[in-house]
């Protein structure tokens, strides 16, 4: 369906497609154009965007900075594309001097509780339930 935008001569550009959880749990993303492919996470820019149309920050001080944790291939363009995860972070005000954790940064305040518990393992479970129907 979406052959189209498959393998189309970029000229060695990539497009990366930021993704992030807005303020109300919905997802969020925005495209950015690159100079060439990437390799590791650290490669990729930050990048901003107005946060007060998301719920992520007021009019007074909407800046809403994207950190990049992790890409994979894009599965829809192709070529060398890739989609982007990020974190949301804000600004505590507006000298711009710190950044706080957005309220549905979940990974940065996971972060936080396995740095504090490095001794533990963490555990991760899948539960599907089932319904039996007698015909």
């Known amino acids: 369906m979406l052959d189209f ?20 749990m919905g997802l969020r993303s925005k495209c950015r154009t690159l100079s060439q492919a990437v390799t590791k996470v650290e490669e990729l820019p930050d990048w901003n965007f107005d946060g007060s149309s998301t719920y992520q920050a007021s009019t007074e001080n909407s ?15 192709g070529g060398d594309n890739i989609m982007v995860l ?5 600004w505590v005000d507006t000298t711009y001097s710190q950044l706080v954790p957005c309220n549905t940064n979940f990974r940065a305040f996971a ?7 490095v001794e533990e393992e963490p555990w991760f479970g899948i539960e599907q339930e089932y319904t039996m129907l007698q015909q």
Do not use: M, S
């Open 5 to 24: 935008l498959r393998d189309r001569d970029q000229h060695g550009k990539i497009i990366a497609e930021y993704i992030w959880i807005d303020g109300i």
């Open 63 to 77: 800046e809403v900075i994207l950190k990049p944790c992790f890409f994979f291939p894009d599965p829809f363009r």
């Open 86 to 90: 990020c974190e949301t972070y804000t």
């Open 111 to 117: 972060k936080e509780i396995f740095k504090e518990n």
